[in-house]
């Protein structure tokens, strides 16, 4: 009986241990982190692809790149677009795990485009993350279609040059773009497929920030039913969130799940193979996307285990993820007075290719009914009357030169 109360002692003693053990372990996982997170943004930002650049991104831009890594990857030619122009699919690695990726399916959703190519830069170089990269290169193998849509990333349009949505062809496989890319993966055989897009500045999270990543496990049915397939996507997602949720907390959202089986994801998905949809999208003051792209890059390294994890991730995990909104303006211009009353007016940019660049052109879109809504840009008008383009009347369409105050003539926007 005398003894009891050392033996309390000892496994006090024991939990104590165990704690101070733990919280080493966890610490040391910790630095060991931040060490990691700090040594690849570096990386980044003095080894990205700067060939590419901005949003008017094509073959042209693309093809002298793709031609300088035939050494490295196998590049192939793997079918032809309506107008007749390659579309070439780079693969990389020999592990079990075969993954599919195909970025600018819409021609003007550039961003996961650019992206990709910073993570072939990533896999190239022989300087850095050696181990994590030979790592990569035994577990899967990669391919990917930088550009599937090459005759509209020409005209910058979503569309193909047959004024074709080929996320609504999945089905039909009505243009020679979607059965390439049916054809790849009737062959290839993936285990996951990444379906890399942009979305619209419109986007927004309940906290009143910008989507600046979205993420959605595509619906198999029109039930939404959470099929082995989609459940698998959904943890592949999860894990990219942990390792975005570093960089950009409270900036990463949900897409919208309804099901249709046109789209490409979806169809894959009801297919039984896991697919994810990246949305690239807007970060505060980043219209060209070079940030967005760093970001999608971390969301690479996070997928294929690069970026380690501190836990793994679960199906609970992806729905903590907040579901996009829509409650972004380019610009809202607040307090202005309209015919005696006070209202507010949003601007959106609308995006034209001029002269092989992007000009994003300022276009009056709504007057009034904005309170609920954020701008990327607010100004606020303080209940001045004002001209537009010189001109009182304002109406919906009218691109936008200049607003200013009629009585004091300071400009709002221009
Ligand atoms: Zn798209």
Redo the contacts with the bound molecule.
């Keep these: 009986m005398g003894s009891r109360p050392h033996i309390w002692l000892q496994l006090y003693r024991s939990l104590a241990l165990f704690i101070v053990y733990a919280c080493k372990q966890s610490n040391d996982y910790l630095c060991h982190s931040n060490k990691f997170l700090m040594e690849i943004s570096s990386w980044y930002t003095n080894h990205f692809d700067a060939r590419l650049k901005g949003r008017y991104l094509h073959l042209k831009q693309i093809d002298p790149i793709l031609d300088l890594y035939e050494d490295v990857f196998s590049i192939s030619i793997i079918g032809v677009s309506e107008n007749h122009k390659n579309i070439r699919c780079v693969k990389i690695g020999s592990g079990k795990k075969v993954v599919l990726a195909w970025s600018q399916?819409?021609g003007n959703?550039s961003t996961t485009t650019k992206a990709l190519f910073d993570f072939f830069q990533f896999l190239s170089q022989k300087q850095h993350f050696q181990k994590e990269i030979e790592t990569f290169l035994n577990t899967y193998t990669f391919y990917s279609i930088p550009i599937l849509n090459p005759d509209g990333a020409e005209l910058y349009t979503?569309e193909n040059v047959n004024g074709v949505d080929l996320?609504r062809d999945a089905k039909d496989l009505s243009q020679s773009e979607s059965r390439v890319l049916r054809d790849l993966f009737t062959s290839v055989k993936p285990d996951l497929c990444l379906n890399l897009?942009?979305q619209r500045t419109i986007y927004s999270l309940p906290n009143g920030k910008s989507a600046t990543v979205s993420f959605l496990s595509p619906a198999a049915n029109v039930q939404r039913d959470i099929t082995e397939a989609r459940s698998e996507a959904m943890v592949e997602i999860a894990r990219m969130f942990t390792a975005l949720n570093r960089y950009i907390p409270g900036q990463i959202g949900r897409y919208d799940d309804s099901f249709n089986e046109n789209c490409v994801g979806d169809s894959f998905q009801k297919l039984g193979i896991p697919t994810v949809l990246f949305e690239a999208g807007h970060f505060p003051n980043d219209y060209q996307r070079e940030k967005t792209r760093e970001y999608i890059f971390y969301a690479l390294l996070g997928l294929f285990g690069i970026m380690k994890e501190e836990q793994p991730s679960t199906q609970a995990d992806y729905f903590s993820i907040p579901q996009n909104e829509k409650l972004f303006k380019d610009v809202i211009i607040r307090n202005v007075d309209i015919d005696g009353e006070i209202t507010s007016l949003s601007i959106c940019y609308e995006e034209v290719l001029e002269d092989d660049s992007i000009q994003f052109v300022p276009v009056l879109e709504k007057i009034g009914g904005l309170d609920s809504f954020f701008g990327h840009k607010e100004v606020d008008a303080k209940g001045a009357k004002i001209l537009l383009n010189s001109h009182e009347n304002v109406f919906v369409g009218e691109k936008v030169v200049n607003i200013v105050d009629k009585s004091s003539a300071i400009s709002l926007f221009s």
């Design positions: 399916m819409h959703e979503r996320n897009h942009d």
